[in-house]
């Protein structure tokens, strides 16, 4: 068989020395100390984050969770030049509805772990037959077990190409799809790409942009304001990572790529910001051992420059940011605690068909609140099948 289109098994098994060298690297970690009176709006404390590494050094069981993401059946194929690694997920149920389901960052495929076993065999989770799904959960070009990449390019439409040719060549015609953040920008390119191919797609941590239009402005309700200030103090006081990695990736990942703290900090840092804000620390709003295995997986993979080049290649594609067409495809948005999406922004440029809005659970909802996010879902795709 050509191995450009062939479906190859995959099994993680990460040396063991690779596991020692992390540890020996955590414990003889060079610390800076934390300013006096400071908090989490300079960054991440050192007095969290000791106790974090410490218990990542000595306490995390790789292995385990190894095991775990091993107990699902997972594949490689090759796609416009790299190799694509997923979980397929088939359904007991036969005539089960495909869906995509695509992480964001700094996520993996460990953001839907809570989720696999409610969507594929809903019966054995208080639901309904009808509510099956086949999954197939991809590691980004770059990402994860995805990477580290071969070539640059690798845009959000580039990706959503990708995807579709992954969906193709497991012989779904018609799927639906959900994710969040780039997740979230990578969908509704799928959509437009593939409309015919889209029986809807859900979207969580969905960015809306302004319109410009003073009467869309004025009509903004009160939540909506609330909303986009927010989004502002994103922009202003929150985008740091985003611009360091939209401009000098290669620079910063030097740093992620040998120092598991400055790995931990990177990333840890979004599950504060991110989370809901009712939760004090960010292994509150996520268990700890979801949090690390996902950092672990950015670790081991040595992908901090791949996944970090993504975002240069959004801020460079031109694109990306040109006027679309209204996409066609049934789209619903899940507006979480810490969601910024309007929904008349939205509909400039999505057929919104669905718009739901929840008081609890933040950006990373598949871990934070997957039981609000899977009944969702369910709703919407039912509404459409």
């Known amino acids: 068989m050509d191995i450009t289109t062939d479906i190859r098994p995959f099994r993680i098994d990460i040396p063991q020395a690779d596991i020692d060298d992390l540890h020996a690297r955590l414990t003889r970690a060079r610390w800076a100390d934390d300013l006096p009176g400071a908090g989490w709006e300079r960054g991440v404390p050192a007095s969290y984050l000791k106790q974090l590494a410490d218990y990542w050094a000595t306490s995390y069981d790789w292995r385990k969770h190894e095991t775990e993401l091993n107990s699902h059946p997972q594949f490689v194929t090759t796609i416009d030049g790299e190799d694509i ?29 809570d989720l696999i076993g409610p969507l594929t065999d809903p019966v054995a989770h208080g639901g309904d037959e009808a509510d099956a799904f086949h999954l197939v959960i991809p590691s ?15 845009t959000d439409a580039r990706t959503a190409a990708a995807f579709a040719v992954l969906m193709e060549r497991l012989g779904y015609d018609r ?46 309700t009160e939540a909506e304001r609330v909303r986009l200030a927010v989004f502002k103090d994103f922009q202003d006081d929150k985008s740091g990572y985003m611009q360091v990695q939209g401009t000098r990736p290669l620079t910063v990942s030097y740093g992620l790529t040998d120092s598991p703290i400055a790995q931990l900090a990177w990333i840890t840092e979004k599950f504060k910001d991110w989370t809901d804000p009712a939760a004090e620390l960010p292994d509150d709003a996520v268990d700890r051992n979801r949090l690390l295995t996902n950092i672990s997986i950015y670790w081991f993979t040595g992908t ?55 008081d609890r659970g933040g950006h990373f909802a598949a871990m934070e609140a997957p039981d609000l996010l899977l009944a969702d879902l369910r709703a919407f795709i039912r509404s459409l099948t």
């Not at 509805?97 to 839907?112: A, D, I, K």
């Not at 980004?140 to 690798?154: A, E, K, N």
Request: aromatic share 12%.
């Open 175 to 220: 799927y639906a799809a959900q994710g969040g953040d780039v997740g979230a920008f990578i969908l509704p390119a799928l959509g437009r790409l593939a409309p015919d191919k889209m029986i809807g797609i859900h979207l969580n941590a969905h960015v809306t942009f302004p319109t410009g239009d003073p009467a869309d402005m004025a009509a903004l």
């Open 140 to 154: 980004h070009p770059g990402h994860g077990f995805s990477g580290p990449i071969s070539h640059t390019g690798w």
């Open 304 to 358: 901090a420059l791949s996944s970090a080049n993504s975002y240069y290649e959004r801020f460079h594609d031109a694109a990306a940011w040109a006027p679309k067409e209204r996409s066609t495809v049934p789209t619903a948005v899940a507006v979480f605690t810490t969601d910024v999406a309007i929904r008349r922004f939205a509909e400039k440029t999505d057929t919104i068909v669905r718009w739901t809005e929840f």
């Open 85 to 113: 690694h997923f979980l397929h997920v088939r359904s007991r149920v036969e005539n089960a509805t495909p869906l995509l389901l695509v992480h964001g960052w700094p996520g993996s495929v460990v953001e839907f772990l």
